[in-house]
């Protein structure tokens, strides 16, 4: 298994990055498995969604450079895993525009002019890695765990037919809990590569008021 692991904070000395690298630990703990890690911010991608974006959703345009590296770099991958600091609630910026951009039509999804979606990722497992500073109440008060099944599980990895083999909150708000999430990290990589190959489950069809229609 090869698993490309991508983080989007701005700091290399992060507990994000920290967190990322126990889980690539993890992975490599068991031999004959690789991993590529994906530094959004370091290697400066530019998440901004523009007319171009566009014109590709259109299907009037071609893929610039950037997204073209980063869909090779996700071919060449049985897992990937998204490592991010949990911002506002959801991912940050960064990662939801590297999604945004290189999660295109034609090349992650085909959406028909019946109404029907082809999914074109069935091949490639996720793992999510959420990580948070507040306490488990908190975010089990406010259903933060479904909040983000429906958001990425399904809305992002569903709709492009990619099974998500783990999602998984870690949260941190204080030195030994941090620890703890080291702990986890590490496990959730290994349990990754220990379970390699991952099945292919199909996953739920989406109708056509689902659709992607950037506005």
């Not at 074109?120 to 099944?149: E, K």
């Amino acid at each position: 298994m090869h698993a490309l692991v991508v983080t989007a904070h701005p700091d290399a000395a992060s507990f994000t990055h920290a967190v990322a690298r126990q889980v690539i630990a993890g992975i490599e703990a068991h031999p004959g498995h690789t991993t590529e890690m994906a530094d959004l911010a370091a290697e400066g991608f530019d998440p901004r969604f523009t007319v171009a974006d566009i014109a590709l959703f259109n299907r009037r345009g071609a893929a610039d450079a950037g997204v073209l590296a980063e869909q090779r770099r996700i071919d060449r991958a049985d897992l990937l895993v998204l490592v991010y600091p949990i911002y506002w609630w959801s991912m940050p910026g960064l990662l939801k525009g590297w999604i945004d951009r290189v999660f295109t039509q034609g090349w992650a999804y085909d959406d028909q002019p019946e109404g029907t979606t082809v999914k074109r990722l069935g091949r490639l497992a996720v793992q999510l890695v959420g990580i948070g500073g507040a306490d488990q109440g908190t975010f089990a008060r406010h259903g933060y765990a479904d909040a983000m099944r429906t958001q990425i599980d399904h809305g992002i990895f569903g709709y492009c037919g990619a099974p998500v083999v783990g999602s998984d909150v870690l949260l941190h708000a204080d030195a030994p809990s941090r620890e703890k999430v080291l702990h986890q990290a590490f496990n959730i990589g290994s349990r990754l590569a220990a379970a390699a190959p991952h099945g292919r489950t199909a996953p739920t069809g989406y109708g056509p008021e689902e659709r992607r229609a950037p506005v």
